[in-house]
């Protein structure tokens, strides 16, 4: 094993929470005039910045003060549901699986994160857990994640990330780094796969690839 941190993404790879994120972004489609986007659908097209993909989906430009907008209305009708969201099925097992030392960067709020990962019972497990300070999201992983290792004062080369999305793939190369792609999350298997990266089908798939970088 090369790699010596391993860094975890949040939404849609240790959160099961797909189905909450589709029917939320539903939500917000529809104060907007929008239609219903379905889950498969929603995995072809997701993209970052959110505010293209909401333009893309609503058909016409999306300036920022009704992305913002809309990514509220998003967030709380996320937030309502997330009592019916556990884990994915076999992420405790994949963070055991792990030797090295772990951490955690999610695109979600910080203030909300840091309470969720507690609530399932993973208090301790991560050496960093960083979510989003700003009031706005939406925007790319890779700054992020540089500022997540520089706290943490892990050098990239030394880190493998394992995320459900092309941006967590895109941010770990950029600090110098190595991903594993998960297809249970929010991109659909066959746009991971058409990336060249290595791609796994369970958590526990993707810890023992990881363990191969």
Do not use: C
Request: proline content about 2%.
């Amino acid at each position: 094993m090369t790699a010596k941190h391993l860094v975890w993404d949040w939404n849609g790879t240790l959160l099961d929470d797909l189905h909450l994120v589709v029917s939320s972004t539903n939500v917000a489609f529809a104060s907007a005039g929008g239609r219903d986007v379905g889950s498969d659908e929603h995995r072809r097209t997701f993209r970052r910045p959110v505010a293209d993909f909401y333009a893309e989906m609503l058909g016409r430009a999306i300036d920022e003060e009704e992305f913002g907008r809309l990514d509220r209305i998003f967030h709380d009708a996320y937030r309502l549901g997330l009592t019916d969201v556990t884990l994915a099925a076999d992420a405790l097992a994949a963070i055991k699986t792990w030797p090295g030392s772990q951490s955690l960067l999610s695109m979600w709020f910080h203030h909300e994160l840091v309470p969720a990962v507690e609530g399932h019972g993973l208090t301790g497990v991560f050496t960093r857990i960083d979510g989003l300070r700003a009031e706005l999201g939406g925007g790319f992983k890779a700054a992020h994640l540089a500022a997540h290792l520089a706290g943490l004062g892990v050098e990239g080369g030394d880190v493998v990330m394992i995320g459900d999305s092309l941006d967590d793939a895109d941010a770990a190369e950029s600090v110098g780094g190595s991903a594993v792609l998960y297809t249970g999350g929010f991109t659909d298997p066959a746009r991971l796969r058409e990336s060249g990266r290595p791609v796994a089908d369970t958590l526990v798939e993707a810890v023992k690839m990881a363990m191969s970088l």
